[in-house]
């Protein structure tokens, strides 16, 4: 176990933007599923923020544990992460899936890339409370179905996808430009930048390789 | 492990009836985590929510045991649920906090009156997810200060709990008007008019003791 002072500023910025996105990702997922066509699909939505929760819990504890108030780590992030759900509030159930997919999918692999250049425990915390909570799979079903039945639900969620990954981009370069830690360990961490095309060339793969799942080739 | 027929329709209204009140509560704890004033307390309404959809998740599991379709035994008690909510919408943070702290605490006294009627698992069951998740002392302890500050907030608060416990009668006389196995159990359970007298004196003194806690003497 880390001491305060063993660790830099960065991990803090990290486990603070995780645990802000973690308590934006359940609020927002708690509003998508009023939107569920049935009780089975609120439920699900439900489960899917309750265990986003778990996960901020993890990171509150830790944050405390390294003798930072969660609140003071959080709150560079939340103008940012809020600018980012304002901007891509999910106006259907089926919006609400897709965000929750391959909006959460893409941050995900963003933060776990991040996470392989922190030191331990952290880089475990962080690779556990980003680990599936298994409810991809759902989102998957849903959306395949709906495009089924009427095919110009899939280009419109195309469209949509786009814009969640176009927003995403503009925050996130936002919050690197303002955390130099931030940054500087993910130039330190890459190498160089042909470290960051490769990352941004896994990103990408990853991105469209869940577009594909949901029957969104684009 | 009891198989289907062995279950009579009492028990199935009793676990979809909650099951539905678990998933309402998640809701609304959801939505009035919306309205902390700081990062902590709505990491700590979040919290609460979560604790509700495990619970549902439990029901929803025992019902689909027992060959029940979890939406088909909600189905009954979503109006009158909605309704309770809707006619209840916290306007403010102390508001969402006395309608938890108070409306679910009563509402958990009378499930687990009817729970001690049941035959187990299912009375097991029902224990174990109305047992307190341990949330109820952030509650009383932002209502007291809150009360400390200014003294006119309690007045307020008193009335509106007051409301809440109105509602929420209004409500289950709808429900056990509506569902004559559910009352059926209610009564045979009692004994007689007497025994659902002594119920009711129970139910009083455990609401009063929560209303005292919260600094609400009324």
């Known amino acids: ?25 359940f609020d927002r997922l708690a509003e998508d ?15 899917m923020a309750a265990a986003e929760i778990a996960h901020h819990q993890r990171l ?29 509030r999910a106006g259907t159930w089926l919006e609400g899936l897709v965000k929750a997919y391959v909006g959460d999918g893409l941050a995900t692999d963003f933060y776990r890339e991040v996470a392989a250049f922190l ?6 915390l962080v690779l556990e409370v980003l680990a599936d909570t298994g409810h991809a799979d759902f989102a998957v079903r849903e959306v395949r179905a709906a495009i089924a039945e009427d095919r110009r639900v899939g280009g419109r969620l195309a469209l949509w996808a786009r814009r969640l990954v176009g927003e995403a981009m503009t925050q ?23 470290g960051i095309a ?13 577009m594909e799942a949901l029957g969104l080739n684009g």
């Open 198 to 210: 490769e990352l941004l060339g896994r990103l990408t793969t990853a991105h469209s390789a869940r």
């Open 172 to 194: 996130s370069q936002a919050v690197i430009a303002e955390r130099d830690e931030l940054a500087d360990l993910l130039i330190s961490g890459t190498g160089d930048l042909n």
């Open 119 to 124: 030191p331990e425990p952290d880089r475990g």
């Open 60 to 88: 509150d504890e830790r944050l405390r544990e390294l003798g930072v108030a969660p609140a003071d780590a959080m709150a560079p992030f939340v103008a940012p992460l809020d600018a980012f759900h304002d901007s891509t």
């Open 33 to 47: 599923a009023r939107l569920a066509p049935t009780l089975d699909g609120r439920a699900a939505l439900a489960r």
């Open 1 to 25: 176990m880390s001491a305060p002072n063993e660790v830099g500023p960065a991990v803090v910025d990290l486990l603070g933007v995780l645990a802000y996105a973690e308590l934006t990702a």
